[in-house]
């Protein structure tokens, strides 16, 4: 059409959506004329000279990187879900590793670190690792932090029940998932989620344990993404992002400008130590998943590039592996029906994006 083009996109989040902003403006010959920030109600204005040649560059924001994006947009969509919605803090478990801690992470940006309220709910399985973890996170945030061990109430289930296997260990997670509730009902908090996407996936998390909640801002995120974006966030409060300090938040969260003694906000030891859910002695996901390196791989290909096994194979994955995550994420559809809502930052992400019956017997 030989004639500059304005590209103008909304700010905020709305459920599941995330809408970033970055309106931007180009000339004919597509010069950029104009960038808007990302993630920020912005008003900028730009003049267009219908007669001139040649149009006047105006302000060009630079974008932010990947995985900026990706952290922003979920600070962000559960900033807006509060908001839309009425609540003015949050509550979640905080079991010393890195889901739970992205999360917290997370939150505290959102609303501020007070706004945060941090649960520890140790087992008789609880390593002191995990449990020094998770105080030292809610100390970085500046978060309140309870300790309420389960290891009474469970033995009274037991006492009556008399559970064994899979079951025992459910009940520990239900047990969890029962005081977090009590912590949302009592206070007023918004119950958050800390599953990641390859456990949503898989169906490795429990229903009406730890996937109890109303917003699950991970759930998005592959578990080698949790990781990745544990490190930037760390990363950048070493370039001087502090908590609240990102552009979304601005000086409105109430805690700008803390700076955590550790240097650090999530824990070091939540990022490398092995993943575990801590129901059984010497438990490891890796147990029960393939190696997160791999799995997501897998997980990626088959979810979000929708290929099938032959493709999966073709692509050098071995076929015990292609099988066993095949049939894992196909027979978890139910589960993921009943998880909380949470922002979608994938190209494809559970729910709207990717609609499969619960009842199917078909099988590639």
């Not at 801690?101 to 309220?117: F, N, S, T, Y």
């Given at each position: ?13 709305q ?10 403006a180009?000339?004919?010959d ?37 995985d900026?994006?990706?952290y ?28 739970s ?17 941090g ?12 449990k ?12 309140k ?8 109430l469970?033995?009274a ?5 008399h ?10 997670a ?12 009592s ?5 958050l ?26 759930k998005?995120?592959?578990?080698t993404?949790v990781w ?9 409060l ?17 805690s ?17 130590k092995?993943?575990?859910?801590e ?15 791999l799995l997501?791989q ?17 692509d ?17 559809e ?8 949470g ?7 559970f729910?709207?994006?990717?609609r ?9």
């Open positions: 059409m030989h004639a500059p083009v304005l590209y103008v996109n909304q700010v905020g989040g459920d599941d959506l995330v809408f970033d902003g970055g309106s931007f180009v000339d004919a597509g010069t950029l004329l104009e960038r808007s920030p990302m993630f920020v109600e912005d008003l900028t204005f730009l003049d267009i000279d219908t007669k001139a040649g040649k149009q006047q560059v105006g302000s060009v924001v630079d974008v932010m990187d990947a900026q994006q990706v922003t947009a979920c600070v962000l969509g559960l900033k807006d879900y509060m908001v839309k919605n009425g609540f003015t803090g949050v509550c979640l478990g905080l079991s010393g590793g890195i889901d801690a992205l999360v917290a992470a997370m939150a505290a940006d959102a609303i501020g670190g007070e706004h945060v309220q649960i520890s709910m140790p087992s008789m399985y609880s390593s002191s690792g995990s020094d973890d998770a105080a030292q996170l809610a100390e970085n945030l500046g978060a932090y309870d300790v309420q061990a389960i290891e009474p469970f033995n289930f037991q006492n009556q029940l559970l064994e296997g899979v079951s025992a260990e459910n009940l520990q239900r047990i969890r998932g029962v005081i977090v509730m009590a912590y949302s009902n206070d007023g908090l918004l119950a989620a800390t599953g990641n996407k390859s456990e949503l996936a898989c169906g490795y998390s429990t229903i009406y344990g730890d996937a109890v909640g109303g917003y699950a801002p991970i998005d995120l592959f578990k993404k990745q974006l544990a490190r930037w966030r760390n990363q950048a070493k370039n001087g992002i502090g908590i609240g300090g990102l552009p979304i938040v601005g000086n409105d969260a109430g700008a400008g803390i700076t955590p003694k550790s240097g650090e906000i999530i824990p070091n030891n939540s990022i490398t092995a993943p575990s859910a129901l059984r002695p010497g438990q490891k996901d890796s147990d029960s998943l393939p190696e997160y390196a997501d897998v997980l990626a290909a088959y979810i979000e590039h929708a290929e099938g096994r032959a493709d999966l194979l073709a050098g994955f071995d076929e015990q592996t292609v099988d066993t995550v095949m049939r894992l994420v196909d027979r978890a139910w589960k993921r029906r009943q998880y909380p809502l922002p979608k930052v994938s190209a494809l992400a729910g709207r994006d990717r499969l019956p619960v009842s199917d017997a078909f099988r590639e």
